[in-house]
């Protein structure tokens, strides 16, 4: 069995990296990795999916996310329903975080995203939330720069330090004192449908 698993993992590495993740770090670590990926799926698609709503752009996104050993539900309830709960089924590391995504319409609507996965969703236990905008609209560099700008001098939702820069292209992350005073990291990840 270990050599047929063995064969496994050589062929899909990123179902090693999910199976032996030995906590959070490498957990977040491994989902930032995979993100990237379906990200790119959704990017290269653009043209099918620019007239889309957040609902489809979020089961698209949750269809591309789930793999073995990987659970990505929609709307599950977690104090309301959360745009993405996401799922290790991993023995080792049984990790959950949740994803608040939203059609981008300026920095309000961002800044509503964030209130709703810190204050309203998130409980306090899991050390990391996504913030995901769908941007239909031209300019998504200048768009997330003007984003994490805002942030840096509003600090919404108790953010503490200014943003840091993700190695994902158009991603940032926040961290942001829970009401448990637990403190959470916030990846802002924007995907590019504009085309």
Known sequence: MSGKLSRLFNWFP???????????????????????????????????????????????????LSMPGLSVVREAYSNGRV???????????AEQRLAEAKVYDGPVYHAQAIAQLISRYSTGRQPSGY????????????????????????????????????????????RHRHSSEALLRVVHININLKR
Do not use: N
């Open 83 to 93: 745009d993405l709960t996401i799922r290790s089924e991993s023995l080792l590391s």
């Open 131 to 174: 913030v995901i905008e769908y941007v239909k609209k031209p300019g998504i560099a200048d768009i997330v720069m003007r984003l994490r700008s805002q942030a840096d001098a509003e600090l919404p939702e108790r953010q503490e330090g200014l943003t840091s820069d993700h190695d994902m292209r158009w991603a940032y992350v926040s």
């Open 14 to 64: 990123e179902l090693r990296r999910l199976y032996e993740a030995r906590g959070a770090e490498d957990f977040d670590d491994f989902l930032d990795l995979h993100f990237v990926r379906c990200i790119q799926r959704m990017e290269a698609e653009a043209h099918h999916l620019a007239c889309d709503s957040e609902e489809k752009l979020s089961a698209f996104l949750a269809a591309a």
